[in-house]
């Protein structure tokens, strides 16, 4: 089994900073790559941010400058630093793992997190 948690959600003011973490585990052989997703009511999920296990960092526009993903490979874990929260922030945040199951393994498998709320007040 391979499990995503995530944890870190919350709810802060506009201007305000909060780090989201998540930690796999499981029978991994190795993490690919990680991102970070969110999904507000109303809305398409989309990619906030996503990092490589060689630590290659992309970012969406809307966040370029106000977060930052980092990674813990010795944990399996990834973060996501929110810094100057917007109300537009507000949404689901979720994990999501490009995993390998095996070595010199010719596919890589997504797992996905439950999820953390993350609510901004303007």
């Known amino acids: 089994q391979v499990q995503l948690v995530e944890t870190g959600g919350g709810l802060v003011q506009a201007g305000g900073s909060l780090r989201l973490s998540c930690v796999a585990s499981?029978?991994?052989?190795?993490?690919?790559?990680m991102g970070w997703y969110r999904q507000a009511p109303g809305k398409q999920r989309e990619l906030v941010a996503s990092i490589t296990s060689t630590g290659t960092t992309r970012y969406a526009d809307s966040v370029k400058g106000r977060f930052t993903i980092s990674r813990d490979n010795a944990n399996n874990t990834v973060y996501l630093q929110m810094n100057s929260l917007k109300a537009e922030d507000t949404a689901v945040y979720s994990c999501?793992?490009?995993?390998?199951?095996?070595?010199?393994?010719?596919?890589?498998?997504?797992?996905w997190g439950q999820g953390t709320p993350v609510t901004v007040s303007s």
């Open positions: 999501m793992g490009l995993v390998s199951l095996v070595p010199n393994s010719v596919f890589t498998y997504q797992y």
């Open positions: 499981g029978s991994i052989f190795s993490i690919n790559a």
